[in-house]
Structure formats: C-alpha cells, structure tokens
C-alpha cells in the first residue's frame, strides 16, 4: 500500500513534490522488579507531503505530514502542502528537487517486525530475574525494535525504497545497598544480543559499589567507556554545521574568518566519519527530509545519494555538514548528515586492559541531561549516572559520588591520552534518535568533574 500512496500523491499534485510514506511496525518488551511488565505490538503510516510553487522571489515549500490509513486520505494532505506553498515566502534552501529513477523493489511491501524477534531474549531474561531473586538485586529495562519502511517519491521521477531495522536494548540493576548499574546495546536483529554476558557486567559493578568513596569535585583522569563517548561525539556531529561555522557561530568557526577546516583537533590520529554502508551501522544511503533547518538539512536534497565522510580525519578537521544550497552558495560539495557514526583511533586495547593500566582515575559508566552552556566553545553540561568509580593500582577499589561535568567534545579530543578498540554501542542520553555508533573508550587525563551530584 506505501509505495501506492507516493503514486496517489503525486497523481493528486499540481505542484512540483516530493512525497514520503514511512511505514513503522514497533514491538518492544518491558521489565521491573525482575519480571516482566508489558510488551506491545504497534504499526503506523505516515504521510509528508512537500509541495514547492514559485513565487515572487523564489520558490516557496510547504510541508504536511500526517497519519493515514487509505488512499482517500491522500488528496487532502496535498492540497494543504500546496496551500501552504502558494502563500509562503521564498525558501532559502530552494534548488532544484533531485532527479532519477525507481529503486528496484520500489512497490514491495514494507517489512514488517513482530514479538518474535525476541524469541531469544525473553528466555535469557528469564534465566536473569531468577538470578537475580537469589542474590538479591533488581533487574529494570525495555527492548525495543521498530521496522520502518521508507518509500520517497518525486514529481522529477525519483522513487526511493529503504528498509530501517532498529533495536534496542536497556538493562539496569539495583542492589539493596543503593548500587546501580547500567548497560544498553544497539541490535538489527536481536540475535547478537547476549542477555547473560550483559548481566554478568551488571553483576561485577554491583559488587563494586558495595564499597563506597566520597570524592569532592576536580579535574580527575577518567576512562570514558564507548557509550558515553558516543553521546559526546553525537552532540558534536549535531553541530558541526558549515554555515554555523562560516558565519562565526560554533565552536567550528576560526577566530578570524572562516572555519577551522584542516585545523588539527587531536595529536593522536582520531576519526571520526559516517557512512550509510558502514557494516552491522547500516542506513539510509539517500536523504530523507520531512522538514529543512537551514543550512544542513533540506526538503530539496531529498532522495540525494549519500556518500562515506570523514568529519575528522587523523586528528584534523576535514568537513563540516551542508545541503545542496549552501553548498552552491559557498562554491563547496553538498556533505549531508548521515544517520550513523564512527570514532576509531585504532587503539588496541580493551576496556579492562585500560583499566589495569590507570594508577588512580575514574572509570565512568554514562553520561545523562548533557545540555550545552555555550556553542561557541561547545561547551556542555551534565551529569555522570549509574555508576562512577575509583580505580588505584589498576583495580578498581569501589563507586564514589555521582558528578556534575562540564566538558566540550572538542577540546576533550585535545586531551585524549589513549584510545581503546572501537565497538558498537548504545548511546546512553541520545538512543532516543541515535542508536548506530561504533566508538572507542577514551582516557582523558584531567577531565572536569565541576561538583558533586546527589542524582543516583
């Protein structure tokens, strides 16, 4: 029915459009208390609809989106795009709408998910409440897995078709003692997801916080373990804008004019880089746009093939995000954003091995409510959640205090000491709207633990 929905758009159009049908099929499971408490099945059709008329000036966009669930409800989503269009002021980032053909499998019917893929979670869940009843703690979390089905229409002949697989797993545990850990995993398909070995990580961190240390605020170095380097990393990719940057008003921009482009960011040979093929990270390999924000995202890239990008590239920066517009506009390529990202440094250690390693810092477990303070240092704020603790003597000698932070992602890559084996891993703050990352574990040796925390 999706793809039948891009046509009946169209055929319903008297302006130039891009039409987009996301067809979304979810089911998740959820758990407190060591048992399980909910689990749903949900399936929605969406329906964008992007009409540009000219006008005096330009071209001018207007965008509709909506639920529906027949092909009636088509005509009126149009009419209302194009209404808005007809009566809006010229679009700053109009350029002409991307052209081609048809994907093949274009009008194949969108995929769908069910509760079966959790058909080796649930047991392995199970197996986790029973042991943790017997020592004692509580097991929390939610697995989520959503199936979305894009089909991306144009009056220029473009038709586009990609299927999105999402997972999502959180599991949190709680001691009787106060002690709380967390762990999360980002899946396709739930089949790389090992309950047990995801407990057992639980487990020792428990144990950890059975010993606790009060420690005042200060400059400690600390072991960013990949998850909470990737929500640092995300909130710089997020803005890493080229017209922020050319304009003076990020922490991308050069003090002088321009940006910083080719400017060394780290000594050690660092990148950072997306790319819509990526293995086991892989998305949508066009863009898709339901709105525009200016110089970065655009109604009008729409369907524009996506390419690998280095942002960073051994330590230096080499490209800020554009669309099609201000690309044309500044005389450069079009870099759109990209719905995945990678740090790798190709460090060789693990985690553990960085942790032996550390005569006395912190070891981290996430970062949680990151907020900026100021975007042009990309200064941000937040707090440290679900388990600090204190290594001396390559071990680890229990949990202390939770932390306020403040840190910019930018300057933190200056003072990066060592970097460990990139893995994929789940974003702690941000798995609301990222979840594909591969990043490594970070020591920075005087990271800013700015006052203490009483958040658990």
Known sequence: MSAELVEAALAAATLPCVVIVTDRSETNLRWALSSLTTNGQMHAVELTVIATAPVNGGTAVGNVTREVSAAGEVGAVVAAAEAIAGSGPPAEDAVALVTGGPDAGWDAAPQQTSVEVFASVAPALGAAFSLAREQGHLLFGFAEHVVTTTYLGSSTGLRRRFVQPTGRLELNAKSAAGGSAWVGVGTADFSDVDISRLHEDLLVRLGWSATRIDLPPG???????????????????????????????????????????????????????????????????????????????????????????????????????????????????????????????????????????????????????????????????????????????????????????????VDLLRRVSEVGVAQQTLPREWNDYFTRTVMPPLRVADFNMSTVSQAS
């Open 219 to 409: 400059h400690y170095e600390t072991l960013l373990p990949p998850s909470a380097v990737a929500d640092l990393m995300i909130y710089l990719y997020w803005t890493a804008g080229a017209r922020d940057a050319e304009e003076g008003r990020s922490v991308f921009s050069h003090r002088s004019a321009g940006t910083r482009v080719g400017e060394s960011l780290s000594s050690l040979p660092l990148t950072l880089s997306s790319d819509p093929a990526y293995p086991g990270l892989e998305c949508a390999p066009f863009v898709v746009a339901g709105a525009s924000d200016g110089a970065t995202i655009s109604v009008f890239d729409n369907g524009l093939p996506l390419e690998a990008t280095d942002w960073i590239r051994d330590g230096r920066l080499s490209e800020l995000a554009r669309n099609r517009a201000w690309a044309v506009r500044t005389g450069q390529q079009p870099r759109p954003v990209i719905d995945n990202l990678v740090l790798d440094g190709n460090g060789q250690a693990s985690l553990e091995e960085m942790i032996a390693s550390t005569s006395r810092g912190l070891l981290l477990t996430c970062l949680w409510y990151i907020r900026e303070v100021d975007p042009e240092q990309l200064l941000l704020t937040g707090l440290t959640r679900d388990g600090v603790y204190l290594i001396e003597d390559g071990q680890v000698r229990g949990a202390v205090n939770n932390f306020r932070f403040n840190e910019s992602p």
